[in-house]
């Protein structure tokens, strides 16, 4: 079946420092996206693309719809110690399925 | 501010013994969706209602229902909860219409433990 694979599943980082993740799908998609999961909590939507080639911008986070349609990249730049936190792609176009995951953190 | 909300957010309940979880919305969105979501997972969609229409994953138990009376509100009853059922369940919506962006958004949760 469908699947999305996002990378890292874990990275720990200095503040201050940029990060960057990446999730890539098997199949083509018409919309991509990011969410930050704090633990205990729902995911909290952070950027939506919908377009090949969008790049998108919320703040220090980056997001890119892949010219392939098939993957997608999240950049923060400059982290701070409440980056931390669980950040998942999602893929689809009304349902969605999720990427397993980038773990982050941040040391002060 | 339109939300999604969900009651209780903790949940303890016996094995065997029925629960319902609750989801309510006022962002008039016409999907609503049900996630699973298990220690260190992604969420797992359960199922989902588009506006009145009901559609249930291939791979969702029969333990687990829904009920969606109004557009507000979706619920999630699970019949005879297993130890394997102890689990974040998270409700969503988004408002889908054709040829529009659309977003999902989900509510905080309900943490449920079965005892």
């Known amino acids: 079946g469908q699947q999305l694979n996002q990378s890292p599943q874990s990275m720990f980082i200095q503040e201050g420092e940029d990060v960057s993740m990446n999730c890539t799908s098997s199949s083509i998609f018409n919309t991509w996206l990011w969410y930050k999961q704090d633990p205990g909590e729902g995911p909290v939507l952070l950027i939506a693309?919908?377009?090949?080639?969008e790049l998108t911008s919320n703040g220090r986070l980056t997001a890119q719809f892949g010219i392939t349609r098939k993957d997608s990249f999240l950049n923060i730049s400059a982290s701070i110690p409440s980056d931390v936190g669980i950040y998942f792609c999602?893929?689809?176009?009304?349902?969605?399925?999720f990427g397993t995951g980038t773990r982050l953190k941040v040391l002060a | 501010d339109a939300m999604v909300i969900q009651n209780p957010r903790y949940q303890v309940t016996q094995f065997g013994k029925p629960v319902t979880l609750s989801c309510s919305q006022t962002l008039n969105h016409n999907v609503m969706y049900w996630y699973q979501q298990k220690s260190s997972q992604a969420p797992k969609l359960l199922f989902h209602?588009?506006?009145?229409?009901?559609?249930n994953e291939a791979d969702t138990p029969d333990n687990f229902q829904s009920r969606r009376p109004n557009t507000s509100f979706c619920f999630l009853d699970i019949r005879s909860p297993g130890l394997g059922d102890a689990a974040m369940y998270l409700c969503a919506t988004s408002r889908e219409v054709r040829g529009r962006r659309n977003e999902q958004f989900f509510g905080p949760g309900t943490r449920l433990t079965v005892l």
């Open positions: 693309l919908y377009k090949a080639g």
């Open positions: 999602a893929s689809g176009t009304y349902k969605y399925i």
């Open positions: 209602y588009y506006d009145k229409d009901f559609n």
